[in-house]
């Protein structure tokens, strides 16, 4: 949608300091080489690049306004806003978009979960109906890691006239950042999937990491429905405060997940239970914590009015998101590709997984480091070694700083250091596991991002089909 430069203005909290040619703009960016041809670009200073040094290069690719926080004004015809910060005016430019297209707005954040959680409501929205009438294509969601104080506002800025309704995950790794995007995206329903050890470095503690993601309730307006997790006490404890409407899930939840099993290749089955309502659901996603997942899903869904078989069938048809358990064969081998993230929590919940899956071979698991795990990121990858331990593990292989803290752990709790293996880098792990796998084996491959623990299974791939 395009804006009016008065318009524009007024929504990001700025003064026309220049004027350009054009009386109204289109697309609004943040990266200089993807501004269109009267497009808006907005000046974000990073801790690595400061978006003013491109003003210039985007008045030359033809954008038609920029939005600027200091005193730069390029010599062409391009229209100039000087805002307080261009970070936040971003944020109020989006908020202000939100509003004047009114879509229904579901939010999620979490330590875990919550892009998954995402994709299976995204998926459930594409098989329901608003207003009487069909929400296929009408249904906007962040893709990636669009999630933070950047990518959040991009989304919005997506929104057109055809959309209806907007799935959103929020995320942060430090203070103020839940209560800021909550503000933005202004959400109709809202959810904390769980909370847990994670971006510890930012949020210092486990209650820090509490506070934060509670701001989603507590920026929830009084027409708003919290979506809580029964079986999460921290998650309940955010939500006590909050007056509006609650939709429970969980153990003792109006949404129940029944019944659930693993079943051969990574699959599972549940029963599905909304109040009364009970429906099978088999969901092409590997590990129990899905399960999870899938009801989070199913009651945000169901907040918003979306009738059980819709949910069941948009459930059905979720795929897995890539690097998150993701489940493949090579030659005979299962894999279960987990390495876009990790922290305690969600490594955990991979080896149960791992542990879960029926097999005729041997289990193994490749593990990386846990990231912005904070001050007592050691003692972490102790306890993850001796949860490895317990896992049922017939292999252990370890890469990263702190591999020798997870075999500590590992071989403490009883695992047998033939059995624990620490890795010098990634492709001659890669190597040794083409080597060592066999068919009717099944390993799980997971890291945080910055162990890019996706390149051990390339190297294991390379060189043979």
Same mark, same amino acid.
């Given at each position: 949608?395009?804006?009016?430069?008065?318009?524009?203005?007024r929504?990001?909290?700025?003064?026309?300091?220049?004027?350009?040619?054009?009386?109204?703009v289109?697309?609004?960016?943040?990266?200089?080489?993807?501004?269109?041809?009267?497009?808006?670009?907005?000046?974000?200073?990073?801790?690595?690049?400061?978006?003013?040094?491109?003003?210039?290069?985007?008045?030359?690719?033809?954008?038609?306004?920029?939005?600027?926080?200091?005193?730069?004004?390029?010599?062409?015809?391009?229209?100039?806003?000087?805002?307080?910060?261009?970070?936040?005016?971003?944020?109020?430019?989006?908020?202000?978009?939100?509003r004047?297209?009114?879509?229904?707005?579901?939010?999620?954040?979490?330590?875990?979960?919550?892009?998954?959680?995402k994709?299976?409501?995204?998926?459930?929205?594409?098989?329901?109906?608003?207003?009487?009438?069909?929400?296929?294509?009408?249904?906007?969601k962040?893709?990636?890691?669009?999630?933070?104080?950047?990518?959040l506002?991009?989304?919005?800025?997506?929104?057109?006239e055809?959309?209806?309704?907007?799935?959103?995950?929020l995320?942060?790794?430090r203070?103020?950042?839940?209560?800021?995007?909550?503000?933005?995206?202004?959400?109709?329903?809202?959810?904390?999937?769980?909370?847990g050890?994670?971006?510890?470095?930012?949020?210092?503690?486990?209650?820090?990491?509490?506070?934060?993601?509670?701001?989603i309730?507590?920026?929830?307006?009084?027409?708003?429905?919290?979506?809580?997790?029964?079986?999460?006490?921290?998650?309940?404890?955010?939500?006590?405060?909050?007056?509006?409407?609650?939709?429970?899930?969980?153990?003792?939840?109006?949404?129940?997940?029944?019944?659930?099993e693993?079943?051969?290749?990574?699959?599972?089955?549940f029963?599905?239970?909304? &109040? #009364?309502?009970?429906?099978?659901? +088999?969901?092409?996603?590997? %590990?129990?914590?899905?399960? /999870?997942? !899938? =009801?989070?899903? @199913?009651?945000?869904?169901?907040?918003?009015?979306?009738?059980?078989?819709?949910?069941?069938?948009?459930?059905?048809?979720?795929?897995?998101?890539?690097?998150r358990?993701?489940?493949?064969?090579?030659?005979?081998?299962?894999?279960?590709?987990?390495?876009?993230?990790?922290?305690?929590?969600?490594?955990?919940?991979a080896?149960?997984?791992?542990?879960?899956?029926?097999?005729?071979?041997?289990r193994?698991?490749?593990?990386?480091?846990?990231?912005?795990?904070?001050?007592?990121?050691?003692?972490?990858?102790?306890?993850?070694?001796?949860?490895?331990?317990?896992?049922?593990?017939?292999?252990?292989?370890?890469? &990263? #700083?702190?591999?020798?803290?997870? +075999?500590?752990?590992?071989? %403490?709790?009883?695992?047998? /250091?033939? !059995? =624990?293996?620490? @890795?010098?880098?990634?492709?001659?792990?890669?190597?040794?596991?083409?080597?060592?796998?066999?068919?009717?084996?099944?390993?799980?491959?997971?890291?945080?991002?910055?162990?890019?623990?996706?390149?051990?299974?390339?190297?294991?791939k390379?060189?043979?089909?």
């Amino acid at each position: 949608m395009d804006w009016s430069i008065e318009e524009l203005a007024r929504a990001a909290g700025g003064t026309i300091v220049q004027r350009g040619a054009a009386l109204r703009v289109g697309d609004i960016c943040t990266d200089s080489r993807r501004v269109e041809w009267n497009g808006v670009f907005v000046a974000l200073r990073g801790e690595l690049h400061d978006g003013h040094a491109f003003v210039s290069e985007a008045a030359r690719r033809g954008s038609g306004c920029v939005i600027v926080q200091e005193n730069v004004v390029p010599a062409s015809e391009v229209t100039v806003i000087r805002v307080r910060d261009t970070l936040r005016a971003l944020g109020e430019v989006a908020r202000f978009h939100r509003r004047r297209l009114a879509p229904r707005v579901l939010a999620i954040t979490g330590s875990n979960g919550k892009t998954t959680t995402k994709e299976m409501l995204f998926s459930i929205l594409q098989r329901a109906r608003l207003d009487n009438r069909p929400l296929r294509g009408r249904v906007l969601k962040n893709e990636g890691n669009y999630n933070n104080l950047v990518g959040l506002p991009l989304t919005l800025l997506r929104l057109g006239e055809r959309e209806r309704a907007a799935v959103v995950e929020l995320g942060t790794n430090r203070p103020g950042e839940i209560r800021r995007l909550t503000a933005i995206a202004e959400p109709d329903v809202a959810a904390i999937t769980s909370v847990g050890p994670a971006h510890l470095s930012g949020l210092k503690t486990v209650a820090g990491v509490a506070r934060e993601k509670g701001a989603i309730f507590r920026g929830l307006g009084a027409h708003g429905t919290a979506v809580v997790n029964l079986d999460d006490a921290r998650v309940v404890r955010q939500s006590r405060a909050f007056q509006g409407r609650v939709v429970t899930y969980g153990t003792g939840g109006h949404v129940r997940g029944e019944d659930p099993e693993m079943l051969a290749g990574g699959r599972l089955r549940f029963n599905l239970r909304v &109040g #009364r309502l009970r429906e099978p659901v +088999r969901l092409r996603l590997c %590990g129990l914590h899905n399960v /999870r997942n !899938a =009801v989070g899903a @199913a009651a945000m869904a169901h907040a918003f009015g979306v009738d059980p078989a819709a949910i069941c069938k948009g459930l059905e048809a979720v795929r897995p998101v890539p690097m998150r358990m993701e489940v493949e064969r090579w030659r005979g081998i299962g894999i279960i590709n987990d390495a876009y993230n990790a922290n305690p929590a969600s490594m955990e919940a991979a080896l149960a997984a791992l542990r879960g899956i029926p097999a005729r071979g041997r289990r193994v698991a490749v593990l990386g480091d846990m990231l912005e795990m904070g001050e007592n990121e050691s003692a972490c990858h102790r306890e993850l070694g001796e949860t490895a331990a317990r896992s049922g593990l017939d292999a252990l292989y370890l890469l &990263g #700083r702190f591999a020798r803290e997870i +075999r500590r752990g590992a071989v %403490g709790a009883g695992m047998e /250091r033939s !059995a =624990v293996r620490v @890795a010098r880098a990634h492709q001659p792990l890669g190597k040794e596991l083409r080597g060592v796998l066999r068919k009717g084996d099944w390993v799980l491959l997971k890291g945080s991002r910055g162990a890019a623990m996706e390149q051990v299974l390339a190297a294991m791939k390379d060189g043979g089909a």
